[in-house]
């Protein structure tokens, strides 16, 4: 399968997801956490009432973690600005709050504090972190080891545990981008996309319906399947075992179309059948998959079918007029 969307891939390494909302991030960073510590290790610092002290979560380890997504994510100064700006905020809550969290930690001494981010690009980040944590350390907190050190960490030093989460299913959240107009466009002006539809667009409305009609419906499954594409292969990369139960369910389905055939002999109909036959199956086989993502995959592969003609119209047969 073709990847129409690709995550970014700096330095090389394992394809990360650099763009998320605050609380997102917080809730993915926090199954990181847990992976890495243990569930029982981990406890979460609710903000509800009068704040969180500046920690979402501490492990009995004696890890203080913080979270934090930069708005920005293409700008690196300005990615790592914020990043200084964020750590330089919430790393002298340790102190500010020593009361509290030393009732939080109850004996437990804090050996790191680590800013946890998607995304590491800037080593002047690290740089005004550590030194940050040097004067935090210098304080003599009561709940801080001698060894105590501040650090930003990123998705990469987690590979292991987003492995493991998408091994289980639960990767990071969907973040599926529609493909832009110009992406359509130029897939339905390739010959071997475009041309397909058009022929059976062609045959199935009839000799009278104008050629910007046609172009318009042949545009809409062009459409479909890039975002079908884009969603498949974010389930391939981030949920494993859902994109193995939706691609068997999609193999089933096309494998029951070819031998048996559809059961009406009108477009319209047809593709109806299909549609619901579909989102019937990937239903039962993806109980959890959002039902909005389910039927962009149904359409999405009805207009994959189209293009590699498991499902056509023969000549004369008229689709109803929206």
């Known amino acids: 399968m073709n990847a129409l969307f690709k995550l970014d891939e700096p ?35 609710p903000d509800k009432v009068k704040g969180d002290a500046g920690l979402e979560f501490f492990t009995t380890c004696g890890c203080l973690y913080q979270c934090y997504a930069p708005e920005e994510v293409s700008d690196v100064a300005k990615a790592a600005s914020a990043m200084k700006a964020k750590a330089g905020r919430d790393l002298p809550k340790l102190e500010k709050n020593k009361a509290i969290i030393e009732k939080l930690l109850s004996g437990t001494q804090a050996r790191r504090w680590i800013l946890l981010c998607p995304f590491l690009d800037n080593k002047e ?12 350390k210098a304080s003599n907190l009561v709940f801080l080891t001698p060894d105590f050190e501040a650090l930003c960490h990123s998705q990469l030093d987690f590979q292991a545990e ?12 969907l973040s599926v981008v529609p493909p832009t107009a110009d992406q359509v466009k130029d897939a339905a002006g390739s010959t071997e996309i475009g041309a397909r539809i058009d022929d059976k667009l062609s045959r199935a409305l009839g000799p009278k319906v104008q050629a910007g009609q046609i172009a318009a419906r042949r545009d809409q499954y062009v459409k479909a399947h890039l ?3 884009n969603t498949l292969e974010q389930l391939r990369e981030n949920h ?4 193995e139960r939706a691609f068997e ?15 009406s002999t009108i477009p319209g109909q047809q593709l109806q059948e299909s549609m619901a036959r579909i ?3 990937l239903a039962e086989a993806l109980p959890t998959l959002n039902p909005g993502l389910r039927t962009r995959i149904a359409l999405g592969t009805v207009s994959d ?11 004369g047969d008229q689709l109803e007029q929206p």
């Open 125 to 136: 980040v690290v740089a005004s972190i550590r030194a940050r944590g040097v004067t935090i």
């Open 227 to 229: 975002h079908r594409e």
């Open 11 to 45: 330095g090389g390494n394992m394809a990360i997801r650099r763009e998320w909302k605050g609380d997102e991030w917080q809730e993915f960073a926090l199954q990181l956490v847990q992976r890495r510590h243990g569930p029982e290790n981990v406890q979460i610092v």
């Open 240 to 243: 494993a075992v859902l994109w």
């Open 162 to 173: 987003i492995e493991q989460l998408r091994a289980m299913s639960l990767g990071p959240p």
């Open 249 to 263: 369910t999609i193999e089933a389905e096309e494998a029951r179309l070819i031998a048996v055939g559809a059961i």
């Open 305 to 315: 079918w189209l293009i590699r003609c498991p499902l056509d119209f023969p000549e």
């Open 279 to 281: 989102e019937s199956s």
